[in-house]
């Protein structure tokens, strides 16, 4: 249950009213915000006075919930805005790995040249084996860095494991929290409590409850800056990578109020349907996308199937414009 | 192995040739077809004189592999075409069943108001409970029969098993093979010896290799006009009744020479997805859609939440044309 | 709901009952038995008189319910019986398919030896592919028979689809309904309409709860005979053929009153895990399993991969007696 | 690849091996083992001398496969041990979480009694909705060693995210890393630098390939004491609440050379179903048994629906008994 609590209403009243429903307590302008676990379905009298309204719900979906909200959050990411309604489609390109200066210096200038705003590049890798490339790791966080710098680009990048989200918390725009590692309360909570915006993926084997409850980890901290991003689920279909879950899409723009992003490179795992499937979220109406792009994709250090060369990356852009315009959105 | 044999060869050497490798044959006005099993890499040394051409291949995705034939097949439907260099994406609606004469009216008269060439609805119900709706049988088909003459439309139905697969082909100008049916040969070597055209869907736990594989039946007995329906895969998701693979539609226009529809309805089993992904796919390129929709859907008698008003359907046909305009193609 | 209705009620009240209620109507020596959609929930009161007994139900799960029969029925095939309270667990062995009169002949001696009551060969293989070996057919059958007479075993064959399944039930002991035809409801009603021993194998991408009404179509023509049979769901891991689906074994076991057979070798799809695999299905106290056994799996024209050899059959056979002791059961 | 170095190879050529071929390095009592990508398929001329033997490999499972140790490893664990030749099945009981000492005392003294030598409990509990019991944390720890002291037992619990995991290795005798955290580098490193023995669960959308890959990185660190968990994956089927995979088991003991346990709780999600998959997990000759037990499971804080009763364990575990004796192994 959701109760919105007068601001005039005493302190030890609102602690108090937290401790005995177990609940988490955000302060905002307009009025303190009290979140119980969803079993409790009635305000309890004795907090009936300080009570100016509350919403009941069938499960733990609460913050998140469009039931609460009607309308999708905003999101502010530097001078560019996603959600509300500015109707943008925010493209965020890149390599899956910085791997050199030169290399991510060659991405950085391909969006500054595209007018795309935000940069992405991993850093520390969640790479399924440990025989594998693992990232520059602070090295690669230092490069995006200077790139922001250079460009004025916004950057993101993903955290792997707990013992780095302060560093990803520090030097990007957006911090991003992977498939795999979205059930880490260790990372949510601590993102929790940032106000820097978080794009949170899907886990492959994530039902929409669970990662809108992994949401709720950090709306409940008190960071309201959340963006969904559908990447693709696990299924028995092996020809593609994963299988992006558009009617999950809809789901999510139907039931929660969190702007949505979706990653089409991991869905498919190959460049030839890459665009295909851009150009179908865009008439979707999702608030952006997440592309791999790579200055010579056959030598990428990681997922070298998947990325797209330049040019490629400039014609979709293009392409894309058009699409979202006849669904009444503007890419950025 | 694909083998093009001269016309002017031997009657009994293609013959020969035919029963020696163990392959299918097929009359072409040019040529004729020997498809062999993809076990088969070289023509043999006996059959290289009559041997116009020769096509090796890596499984038995065959006939319908892009690698045979690049361009997408043209698929002509009475007096309309999908596939081919058309860039048609064909509209198929209506209702899940045929419940009544007044309710199939209703809705043969909606595609005649919208210029939908193509009037869908089930007579043989593939229900997974014997004590269900079952359809209205060759009733049903008689009432499709009726709404094809009073209102110059296609029809389509559904042929729920081999035992009256003549009745289906006999009255309808496309074939559609269920996903629940999709593995019986009864039915696809029956359709294969046809020359209608025939929708086969894709079953919900069915690989895209066996999908291809499933059109081969009909191909290789001769039948050239065979569509693929992607129609929701099952996977773990339960908020949506099944996943629409979108990655795998990617993978079919790379690797098939098919033309594919999309049935965004049964896919996402709610009524409120069906706009959305319906702009999604048409932004993806594909050859058609197959929506249902229903006079009054609350009352309908199978499927009653995943189908769309009259109003919804009219407002989706007319926010379709620009999309499918973006990507150079049009609603028919 | 499944009404009982008393046997010196006017026939005529019966039929109008049946009409009125849509329900399926089977005469059984105490008393009729009316099968209506489970919606149903209360005893019309124009019928209570007549009505001995009834029984009401969540979903259409009705006459298969342990709710509506909580002991495992038993289903006698030949001289031997299982379910019931047989304890008995019967193994049903043989190659994949009929691929010579030796090659079954040499199948047949060794269920002899080993005291196997039954043999298992298919005969119209649903294979995915068109270009495969799609079994001897009918000549496939004629040897089966000819097993029979000459060993005294039951057979067991696949129906592929419903133009041959009164072939297949006028030669076979146990009429087997295969993962790819399970829906096909001309062989299920048809199977219905017989007395034979139905083994309906579960889809690979099939629910527990589609399964089971798979079965009621059986039961509500008036078959009662009716083994349910795991052989593997189809899931993300592709390390292995399919997944075995123990858990969803252990909730027929506890909400059907069908008898459940299991069928380790298509679950596993290689030769070295099932010994294990089949040990484990007999600890579950499972009323059978299908085990593909081949003189030579490394030629066999399907399948090859996952039948065993003569020898492994035997020392599998000898180890799961012990194991069958300890949960209380018979291997016959 | 893997290469034994002798132990008299002068240091530095050993650390230049190591830095060149980008290999993790153990230092053994018989010689240096270096693990290379798997991409390395040839011993390097220049390392040839001080190279004793070396093994090539397929992919990145390599000190887990059985081609590198065709014997399954040895952990010993307290005073007790598993895998290796000692043909022990270990049974693990307990609570899914502490909730009060009275409690976990109660399943002390069973275990206790019934001389199962393991005790688990959750304390920190990776719930998937932050409004959920999150656990005691370090008070559940400490009344765990309380009940090692008081009763001689091991004690067994799960580790949520890295920003506790050395409380954990400190506490226990074995360190579980749960499904949610097997792809967290922060705690898998951690645990590879430990010797106390870990016990991974596979994650449920976790292929068997990446589930040893995972080991990899504990054993890479040089920690050999990996046991795997099979814990249920997730698929299409909801009645229960995820699938048993003993398909993947019976891979994992083909492939592997770790000993492996298995969970059949948290598969089944429900009480009914836990005895007869406990039984044939025994049956499937595996290392041990995971079962949640309660004192009273209708009042438990968390998976209430899945726990047995302490008559219900005490039963199962004298039902194991025969049944391990039927395949040549003993219950601990």
């Known amino acids: 249950m959701i109760l919105h609590l007068a601001k005039d209403a005493p302190q030890a009243t609102i602690e108090q009213a937290a401790r005995e429903l177990d609940a988490f307590h955000i302060v905002k302008p307009e009025y303190h915000v009290l979140v119980t676990p969803s079993a409790l379905k009635e305000v309890p009298a004795q907090y009936k006075d300080v009570t100016l309204e509350s919403f ?34 925010m493209i965020i390109g890149g390599p899956c790995s910085v791997e050199s200066e030169e290399q991510i210096t060659s991405s950085a200038k391909l969006m500054k040249e595209l007018g795309i705003s935000t940069l992405r590049a991993g850093c520390f890798k969640p790479r399924t084996s440990p025989y594998s490339f693992q990232g520059l790791g602070l090295e690669g966080l230092r490069l995006l860095e200077k790139m922001r710098e250079q460009f004025g680009l916004n950057i993101i990048t993903e955290v792997r494991d707990s ?37 949170l993926k899907r886990g492959f084997g994530t039902t929409l409850q669970e990662f809108v409850q992994a949401a709720e980890f950090i709306l409940s901290g008190g960071n309201d800056n959340v963006i969904l991003c559908e990447r693709g689920i696990r299924t028995f279909e092996t020809k593609t990578r994963f299988t992006l879950d558009l009617c999950g899409v809809a789901y999510l723009k139907e039931y929660t109020n969190l702007p949505v992003i979706l990653d089409p490179s991991h869905a498919m795992g190959y460049r030839y349907g890459v665009p295909d499937l851009s150009r179908a979220c865009v008439a979707m109406g999702v608030d952006g996308l997440l592309i791999e792009v790579h200055p010579t994709p056959a030598s990428a250090l990681s997922d070298a199937a998947q990325q797209i060369d330049h040019d490629t990356f400039r014609a979709l852009v293009e392409s894309l414009r058009p699409v979202a315009q006849a669904v009444g959105r503007t890419i950025i």
Do not use: W
């Open 56 to 89: 009941v719900f069938d499960n733990d979906m609460q913050l998140a919930a469009a039931s609460y909200m009607k309308e999708t959050r905003q999101v502010d990411i530097g001078n560019i805005s996603i959600g509300g309604n500015t109707h943008n489609t």
């Open 163 to 199: 013992t780095h989200v302060d560093d990803v918390i520090a030097s990007t725009d957006i911090v991003q929290i992977g498939a795999k590692a979205m059930y880490d309360q260790g990372i949510l909570r601590r993102c929790g409590q940032s106000h820097k915006p978080i794009l």
